[in-house]
């Protein structure tokens, strides 16, 4: 009798959970889909692209890059607000990995002017170059100072190139929203 109980306790519990409604708009709104971008493609953006935080909560953001073909390298500026939220640490993303070599990879904070630049490069034994459709470039890391909404964007600075350091076009750039609370 006690294991009829279990059975039925398990069964009405795990069947009362909400299951979402297969007709949202919401259900399979994805960002780093191609279809949900509201920017041409290649483009540079955000994951997550709205943040909510608490003052003093630590949060990540990374930066990805979208519809990419024959990219081998990039230098990228993103600013934030330095008056609300602190960059903590920058490390790479697994755009440029293939397993045996590790991409080149290197981070420039001002934290005084709120930016930071990002350079990396393919090393890769097979190729040179990767064609990705979504793939991180840099998991950024900050600590939220202060309450309000800020952004953080990419700069003008921004470039990609090609493995023959011919730039290609960016075609499209994401932001990310942050609120503190």
Known sequence: MKRIL???TFFFFSCTSDVPDPNSEDLF???LD???VEYDLPALT???VEINATAGGIF??????MGFDNL???NIRVSFDENRVQSSSVIPGTIFQDGSQ???FFSELNAESGWINITTSFLGNNSSFVNISAASI???TFTATTTGESQILFGTECEVVNPSDEAIEVKGYGEATIIVN
Do not use: M, R, S
């Not at 990540?60 to 890059?65: G, P, Q, S």
């Open 6 to 8: 279990i059975i039925f």
């Open 138 to 140: 840099a998991q950024l």
């Open 60 to 65: 990540t953001v990374d930066v990805y890059a």
């Open 34 to 36: 191609a279809e949900e």
């Open 46 to 48: 955000f994951f997550p």
């Open 29 to 31: 709104d994805n960002p």
């Open 72 to 74: 081998a390298g990039a």
């Open 102 to 104: 590790d991409p080149i």
